[in-house]
């Protein structure tokens, strides 16, 4: 990961707290790391994001049921689940510093701290000589990284830093030669604040632990969700006994997470709790679409993925679902080249994952996940089935029709291929068989494809990408720098500001007054009537609102107001009715 634009998360941070976008939780007890709050703006901004969310996954679509369950489950749950054994960052300490940070993040670490900074001043005009690392290890580097090794012994370190100044070609190589006691043949792993010896690694489990009723036993420790997906598997036979849902079908939930990170930084990128919005969409497996369709398309039949099939297969629906997001993400304002796919390859699956694709935009800190979309096969049913005794399958009077066509010849023909396919997949052909076996009945357990995003993360993707400065010059010359968030309007916290011209003119007053009430009703509406026009219209730029209203003394004669373009700057003027049937045409 790289620093592509060092200072622009604090402007962003900065203009957030001056706006209220993002407040630090607990600021008057100097905070807690790794949690945000959410101001008056901030909160609508993420308002609406969960709003379009729901409303293109589960409201506009026939075939996804919403779910809100609990916080706290049943630790059960996440022992199927494997989050008990399994969800884990590794973990270091410095022994010198006593820091505590996720080994894998060293070098972002590093590269993000004063540590990284000092050593790459080193480096200004081309790699040191060991004259000035001398000098840095018995001055600068004392302040900045008392630990290192040559900055404790520096004399003892001189010949062997002389001799591995050679090979030394970026400030990361350096750190870790100063890092390496002299006479030793390996670095140190050396801590990224203060150069200290930090231990090996060792896994962290992420979740919070709580404890459920009034006695601290180890009986009553339950956990605090760390993703929302795992109720919607524990109450899938609810919801597909309840919803009149057939598979294919997805179900959907919003709602807090929780994560002990390590590390938790770049602002709210990495937080301790922060929100997801999830689906599963259960399908049939490729054998069962096969028995009732006679084939499965894949990808290499190039299918139109605006025509939903049931001869699908879970290659075509991934692929669909990682369009569906991709064009969620679009209206909601990031624009297309702002984000790329990655693919993961087949060794950095999870073993039961058949694809996984995350969706990475160009944070100013790097191109880092946004979102994830896998296929997870039935692993997370199978689980809950085999840890909770209670059946996860469902019934398809279809596919057992489609079966009982078949005969016994026919059959066994498709249980061997099926078996074969399975065992080419490092799968059990005997389960295979018992697989078939229960398909010929009608029965199954769905597998899964999991679009999943952090509402923050898409929180922070729109004030970057919103976020810009221009410089403006007045009629009289005078120019200055004016700070915009241009969020589409549809995810804009505000949408329409209103300004009465003057506010001690009563009559002119109550007409603004009265055209902002009947707005109001529709859409999230501010007043502001203090300081000049000029300044409000400044201080809804930093705000993101796409429209300004003044109310004036002409509209007390004509019943026209001047609507104010965030983007473009142009004015207009038009009627109340007009005024109404355009931000119709944008908002909704
Ligand atoms: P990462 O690799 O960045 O830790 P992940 O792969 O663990 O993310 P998932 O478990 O797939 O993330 O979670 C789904 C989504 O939830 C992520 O794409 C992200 O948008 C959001 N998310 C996960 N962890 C955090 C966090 N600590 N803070 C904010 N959002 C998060």
């Known amino acids: 990961m790289q620093n592509t634009e060092p200072n622009k998360l604090e402007t962003i941070a900065s203009l957030c707290k001056r706006r209220g976008f993002i407040f630090q939780s607990s600021e008057i007890y100097d905070g807690i790391s790794g949690f945000w709050d959410y101001g008056p703006l901030g909160c609508e901004l993420k308002r609406n994001i969960k709003e379009s969310w729901w409303r293109q996954t589960v409201r506009l679509r026939e075939d996804v049921v919403g779910i809100e369950a609990t916080i706290i489950m049943h630790p059960a749950i996440w022992k199927a689940s494997g989050h008990l054994d399994t969800f884990s960052d590794p973990m270091s300490m410095c022994r010198d510093c006593k820091k505590l940070l996720r080994s894998d993040h060293a070098w972002d670490i590093f590269a993000d701290g004063d540590t990284g900074g000092a050593m790459a001043d080193l480096f200004a005009g081309g790699a040191p000589d060991i004259g000035r690392v001398v000098a840095w290890i018995k001055g600068r580097g004392k302040g900045v990284a008392p630990n290192l090794a040559a900055v404790k012994a520096p004399d003892a370190s001189i010949p062997h830093l002389a001799a591995g100044l050679a090979s030394v070609t970026s400030s990361r190589d350096l750190y870790t030669l100063l890092a390496t006691p002299a006479g030793a043949t390996a670095p140190t792993r050396a801590c990224p604040h203060c150069g200290g010896d930090m231990t090996e690694p060792r896994p962290f489990n992420l979740m919070f632990k709580t404890i459920v009723g009034p006695v601290e036993d180890p009986a009553n420790v339950a956990y605090l969700r760390p993703e929302t997906a795992q109720a919607i598997f524990a109450q899938f036979p609810n919801v597909y006994a309840t919803a009149r849902q057939t598979v294919p079908f997805g179900i959907a939930q919003m709602g807090k997470a929780f994560r002990n990170e390590v590390t938790p930084r770049n602002y709210t990128f990495r937080s301790r709790e922060f929100e997801q919005m999830e689906l599963e969409f259960f399908i049939k497996p490729d054998e069962a679409v096969e028995l009732l369709c006679g084939r499965v398309i894949t990808l290499a039949d190039n299918p139109d993925l605006a025509t939903i099939s049931d001869a699908w297969g879970w290659e075509v629906w991934h692929k669909y679902w990682v369009e569906q997001r991709k064009a969620w993400i679009i209206s909601a304002g990031l624009p297309a080249d702002s984000f790329v796919e990655y693919w993961q390859k087949p060794d950095e699956l999870a073993h039961y994952a058949r694809a996984c694709v ?231």
């Open 358 to 588: 995350d969706i990475e935009y160009a944070f100013p800190f790097g191109t880092q996940e946004l979102e994830g979309i896998a296929a997870r096969s039935d692993f997370d049913l199978s689980q809950h089935q085999k840890h909770s005794g209670k059946s996860m399958e469902v019934f398809d009077e279809a596919l057992k029709l489609a079966a009982n066509k078949l005969d016994d010849t026919a059959k066994a023909a498709f249980t061997e291929k099926v078996a074969a396919d399975w065992t080419a997949r490092g799968k059990s052909a005997d389960a295979a068989r018992a697989f078939v076996a229960r398909l010929f009945d009608g029965k199954y357990i769905p597998h899964v494809i999991e679009p999943s995003s952090g509402v923050d993360r898409m929180a922070l993707a729109l004030l970057c990408n919103a976020y810009a400065e221009e410089t403006v010059t007045d009629e009289k010359g005078k120019s200055e720098v004016r700070t915009i968030l241009r969020f589409a309007p549809n995810i804009a916290p505000i949408k329409i500001a209103f300004f009465p011209l003057v506010k001690n003119k009563p009559e002119l007053y109550a007409k603004a007054r009265e055209i902002f009430s009947g707005f109001q009703r529709r859409w999230n509406c501010f007043w502001d009537e203090s300081g000049a026009i000029g300044r409000r219209y400044r201080r809804m730029d930093e705000a993101g609102t796409p429209f300004c209203v003044t109310v004036d003394f002409q509209t007390l004669d004509d019943g026209t107001v001047t609507l104010r373009d965030r983007d473009t700057m142009k004015q207009e003027r038009l009627t109340v009715a007009a005024l109404k049937e355009k931000l119709e045409t944008i908002l909704d």
